[in-house]
């Protein structure tokens, strides 16, 4: 018997107590402080309880149940929704200061008719016996001009002709000029960013040629919420930005949306992808990112009301009881997510959509696939890095994104490493012991 190399054992923060997590096993405990010292010092008095709860466990025992539960993972991930992304245009109206696309090639063209017929050929004949839905990205893809909404109509009256549900990624200045288009359409989500309430966004986000963005995509998100179109509000977060959050979690809960049924949240770390980033000092690191949030929840408990954080697991915990199943792969690309775009390219994700280089085929003009390139990425996942395949939050991690460990390393079978401990002990603080809810 020994301690299993699964558990995830750390620190509460803010707090003399401990937790243990084992997702194998799927058991969670928090342990006061002298249970969490017999755990430091290998003496254990609660043996039988830890050996129930697979905590202590025998090793083959242990590499039995592992195996089963990564089959149990790839069966449920092959039977999995895909997302298919298609990118009509890499044209944007916005000159925002951290866009990773800033040195794609972006042509002012549009696709054809017959390009966007043969995507969707593509997607019925290749994802036939899969369940799916397509996501417009971008560049911009609800850019005004009629030759844009043209286009744009001509793509969903595609896809509601073969049934498919559409979620759309737009800067939102737009919106409202489509929203006639978009709530007659099978529109799963409409997902639109703002970086802060009025001057802070505007600095960040503003059109080409500078003028401001802010009120406009309010505008919209209202217009869509009273069309029943659900808005999935993203911020994106840096060192710029992350103090405005409390004043525009007041003005979300001021204007209604946090209490609409078409209306939910996500933040985004600005993170180190392709060429804008490198080296640049308005970046958090996670940790910095997760500590700062955790802060200012405490001090400002209505920011929950807008957005609550994940901190990993520890959410998930506390709304559900229970934890969520082992992730032995955090990067969906080739697997249960694709990307395309007007050029006829076949992509791994939207990290790599548009990078030159990164193409594993094309669907128009004619129909090819470098077998070799997407085999390495269906393959990736934690037992094929060799860095997972020891650490004891490769369950919680997954591996991480697949795409930022490549330009990091050069290898796509690499980690991208999250700060698992530190974020769980964060969430079960703020979730647990300080009860915000």
Same mark, same amino acid.
């Given at each position: ?84 992304? %298609? ?6 109206? %916005? ?12 042509? &002012? ?6 390009? #966007?017929?043969? %995507? ?47 979620? $759309? ?35 960040? +986000? ?18 869509? #919420? ?8 993203? $911020? ?14 007041? &003005? ?16 985004? +770390? ?32 209505? #920011? ?12 998930? /915990?506390?709304?559900?009881?229970? /934890? ?114």
């Amino acid at each position: 018997m020994y301690f299993s190399k699964h558990n995830i054992f750390s620190k509460i923060k803010d707090s003399d107590s401990y937790y243990i997590v084992n997702l194998l096993t799927g058991n969670a405990d928090i342990l006061d402080k002298g249970k969490a010292d017999e755990i430091i010092s290998g003496k254990f008095t609660e043996t039988e309880e830890y050996e129930a709860k697979g905590y202590i466990t025998d090793e083959a025992a242990e590499k039995r149940l592992y195996t089963e539960k990564y089959l149990d993972f790839t069966d449920e991930r092959d039977n999995d929704e895909v997302q298919i992304f %298609f990118v009509p245009w890499y044209s944007c109206n %916005f000159d925002c200061s951290y866009c990773y696309q800033a040195e794609y090639d972006n042509k &002012f063209s549009i696709p054809t008719k017959e390009t #966007i017929d043969s %995507f969707f050929k593509y997607v019925k004949d290749e994802f036939r016996d899969r369940k799916k839905y397509i996501t417009l990205f971008g560049g911009e893809p609800l850019l005004p001009g009629n030759k844009y909404k043209e286009m744009i109509t001509y793509f969903l009256d595609k896809a509601d002709s073969l049934g498919l549900d559409i979620a $759309v990624v737009t800067n939102g200045y737009a919106l409202a000029e489509y929203i006639d288009i978009l709530k007659t359409r099978r529109i799963r989500e409409i997902q639109v960013t703002l970086d802060g309430a009025g001057e802070i966004h505007n600095q960040r +986000r503003p059109l080409r040629g500078g003028d401001p963005t802010f009120y406009k995509i309010v505008e919209g998100i209202d217009l869509a #919420i009273a069309n029943k179109l659900t808005i999935n509000l993203r $911020v994106v977060i840096d060192r710029e930005n992350i103090y405005g959050l409390v004043e525009l979690s007041r &003005f979300a809960i001021d204007k209604g949306w946090t209490k609409s049924d078409y209306f939910k949240t996500q933040l985004g +770390r600005n993170y180190e992808l392709h060429y804008c980033q490198s080296g640049n000092s308005k970046l958090l690191s996670r940790i910095e990112f997760y500590e700062t949030i955790y802060k200012l929840i405490i001090q400002y408990p209505e #920011i929950a009301e807008f957005h609550k954080p994940a901190f990993s697991i520890s959410k998930f /915990l506390f709304e559900n009881g229970e /934890l969520p199943s082992p992730l032995f792969d955090a990067c969906p690309g080739t697997k249960t997510e694709w990307a395309f775009d007007y050029t006829g390219k076949i992509y791994s994700c939207t990290a790599t959509v548009g990078k030159p280089g990164s193409s594993l085929g094309t669907y128009y003009p004619e129909v090819s696939l470098e077998r070799e390139k997407v085999n390495d990425w269906e393959e990736r996942d934690v037992t094929t890095i060799s860095e997972c395949r020891t650490c004891e939050l490769q369950l919680a991690c997954g591996g991480g994104c697949a795409a930022v460990a490549f330009n990091k390393t050069g290898r796509l079978h690499s980690p991208d490493c999250r700060p698992i401990k530190e974020s769980i002990g964060l969430g079960i603080s703020l979730y647990f012991n300080k009860e915000i809810a």
